[in-house]
Every structure is written in C-alpha cells, then in structure tokens.
C-alpha cells in the first residue's frame, strides 16, 4: 500500500511543493491542516492535526513556530503516524516539545533538508574539529528572500551547532548574532551570524573560518525549494515504521 501522508501548513509556499512531491513519488496525499482556506486544488482540508493524524502514516509540516508545541501534542496523543518537521524559529521549549513527541513516534527534525546543506553540515564540524578556535575565527553569512520572519536561518544555526560540536562547546556559550553599534573587539572562541533579507532568494550560506594566515569558505546556494519539498517527501517515506526516535536528516541519508 502506498505511504499515506497529510502535510502541516499545506496553503504555504512548501506546503504547495510538498502537496506536487508527494504525488510525484507515487504516495499517497491524505489531506493537511492551515490556518488559512488557500489549499492546492483537490486537496482535502482537515480541522484540525489530530483529524489529519488519524487516517496517515506521517505528517509533513512547515507550518510556524507558534505551532510546533500544540502539534507535538496532538501527534504523541494520537500515537500512530510518524512526523516530519522542518518548520525554523523553534526555541528550546519547542525543541523539547518536539523532543518528547519523538518517545511516543519516530520524527525526523531538521533545518534544512536538502542534501547538499546536510553534506555541509558534516563538513562544517570536522573543520571545526580541525581548525582551532583562538586561531580560526569562525563566522556564519546567511540571505533569505525578504518574507522570511526569522533569523538567523535555522539553517545557519544548525552550521554554528556542528561547529560548535566539533570544538566540543555549546553553541548557547559562543554564538554571537546581530551586531551592532559598539559592539568591542571579537571574543576569541565566538561563532558570529550575520542575516541578510531581500528579494526572493531561496536560501544562501556561506561558513567562513578566518585566520591571520589564511581563510576558507563554504558555500551553500539553493536554486529551488523544490530541493527542500523532495528532501523532506525521502525523509516521510524513511521515517514510516522507525521506532520513536528523533532523526536527523543526515539518518536519512545514511550520513551517521
Ligand atoms: P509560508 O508562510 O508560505 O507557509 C506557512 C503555512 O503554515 C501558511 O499557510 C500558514 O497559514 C500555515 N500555518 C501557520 N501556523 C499554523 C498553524 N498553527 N496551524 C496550521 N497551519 C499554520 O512559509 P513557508 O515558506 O512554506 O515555510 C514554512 C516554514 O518552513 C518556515 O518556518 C520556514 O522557515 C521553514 N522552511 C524550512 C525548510 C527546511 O528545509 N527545513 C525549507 C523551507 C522552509
């Protein structure tokens, strides 16, 4: 039988390209949940993610942060389909939320799901293993289109959080974003953000490690969000029959 998934946020900008995703890889599209009436044609609107949950394997969403906590809820209450979700902006508390939802099901969270970012993640933690943190200073350039509502892109803190891993501190202890004004000299150890909003740019990253003697930077540009919608459908179809666990992307392409 073919994979049944219902999509979160389905009258969004993903919500649409997951709606074509899905159908493209042969699954089936059970219906989603929005706060707003604008779904893609022939698509069945449901009250609420508890109604949705109920008649699918797994639920796709990238809704808002606002949502993750009532949705983490109703997914571990219902206990039955899996969750993939790849909203931005959660805080701890969401996180958490997210967190414990995955004891009940198995939920694939991440914030970026194209595999090419995935690969930089990786890469972005062995050269924070490898170039130490009083000699690399280590900054993090983000651009989105000008909708984005929040910053710095899950995204970059996601490139913060493997460098951070590999220099073996938290990200909480050394992230430095927004600067501005008299800001004093730069903390040796810092991870620095910088956002940059306009246009209609999918989503650029670029991680850059500066020394005295010498620089290097790796970037990240997606041409389509479509790389993001078929990323999270691979994860969807993965994740149907895990045990709870929370996942990463980088489970679902076999990079752990
Ligand atoms: P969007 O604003 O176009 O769509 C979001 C949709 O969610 C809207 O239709 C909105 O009505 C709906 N929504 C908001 N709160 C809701 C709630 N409580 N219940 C039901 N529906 C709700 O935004 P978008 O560009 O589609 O992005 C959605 C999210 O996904 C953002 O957080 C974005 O940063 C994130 N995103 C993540 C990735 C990734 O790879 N992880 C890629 C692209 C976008």
């Not at 983490?72 to 996180?95: C, F, N, P, Y």
């Not at 910053?151 to 913060?160: E, H, I, L, Q, R």
């Not at 992230?175 to 004004?181: I, N």
Request: net charge neutral.
């Amino acid at each position: 039988m073919a994979t049944r998934i219902g999509i979160a946020g389905i009258a969004g900008r993903m919500g649409h390209l997951l709606a074509e995703e899905v159908r493209a890889a042969g699954a089936t599209l059970v219906g989603g949940v929005d706060r707003t009436d604008t779904v893609p044609p022939g698509v069945a609107k449901f009250p609420d993610m508890t109604a949705l949950a109920k008649g699918c394997d797994v639920v796709l969403e990238f809704t808002h942060a606002s949502a993750a906590q009532g949705h983490a809820a109703a997914l571990a209450a219902a206990g039955k389909a899996a969750w993939v979700i790849g909203t931005s902006g959660l805080s701890a508390a969401d996180e958490d939320a997210v967190a414990k939802a995955a004891e009940r099901i198995p939920v694939v969270y991440a914030s970026n799901f194209s595999p090419g970012v995935n690969l930089v993640l990786a890469l972005a933690e062995r050269m924070g293993a490898a170039l130490p943190a009083d000699a690399y200073d280590a900054e993090i350039m983000e651009m989105h289109h000008r909708q984005k509502v929040d910053a710095p892109s899950g995204t970059a803190v996601g490139m913060g959080r493997a460098v951070a891993k590999g220099r073996g501190v938290k990200l909480e202890d050394v992230m430095q974003s927004g600067r501005d004004g008299n800001t004093g000299a730069r903390a040796t150890g810092a991870i620095g953000f910088a956002a940059l909003r306009g246009g209609q740019i999918v989503g650029e990253h670029t991680l850059i490690f500066a020394a005295a003697t010498e620089q290097i930077a790796l970037t990240h540009r997606a041409f389509d969000r479509r790389a993001f919608a078929s990323g999270a459908v691979r994860a969807a179809l993965w994740v149907v029959g895990k045990p709870p666990r929370l996942y990463s992307m980088m489970d679902v392409l076999g990079m752990t």
